[in-house]
């Protein structure tokens, strides 16, 4: 006698459940029961685009900046942690997490709850969007003394922070 076998009583309350519930989507299906590698280089493909287009962008950018000298490049080195910042906190911290929050609701059939999610994104983009706009010229000294130093780093980072 084999004290592991499952008595046919709990079988039979195990199978019930996954007969009586509605059949699954077949990307659902791909997702889960698929395999593992082609599933996520499927997903993941648009990403590395959009990352490698990016990468692309800020070193082209670099250089023609580079090209205009090393104040330039200097300002750009100041503007350069703040600007990071705004892409982490958009794409990263808030698009996450709105994302995230969005595939919750709509999964637990929520429309409206999404709905909500979505208006008050809305918003708080809006408010990120401004006051990181708004910082740079916040920031900046007034014209009757002296900005930097430097200043033709402090004009060049005024010039590359909007």
């Not at 599933?39 to 287009?53: E, G, K, M, Q, Y």
């Not at 000294?141 to 002296?146: F, G, I, L």
């Amino acid at each position: 006698m084999n004290i592991r076998e499952t008595p046919p009583a709990a079988a039979e309350l195990v199978a019930a459940p996954a007969q009586a519930a509605k059949p699954m989507d077949p990307r659902t299906k791909a997702l889960l029961e698929g395999p593992i590698v082609p599933t996520l280089i499927r997903l993941a493909w648009p990403n590395v685009i959009i990352l490698f287009a990016q990468a692309a962008t800020g070193l082209i950018e670099t250089y023609w900046v580079g090209r205009l000298g090393t104040d330039a490049l200097a300002g750009m080195a100041l503007v350069f942690p703040g600007m990071m910042l705004m892409q982490m906190i958009s794409a990263g911290a808030m698009g996450g997490g709105i994302s995230s929050a969005i595939a919750r609701s709509l999964g637990a059939g929520k429309r409206d709850q999404a709905d909500a999610i979505v208006l008050h994104a809305i918003v708080i983009n809006i408010l990120f969007g401004a006051s990181f706009a708004a910082a740079p010229w916040a920031a900046r000294a007034p014209r009757s003394r002296p900005r930097s130093p430097i200043p033709t780093l402090s004009s060049a980072a005024m010039c590359c922070s909007g």
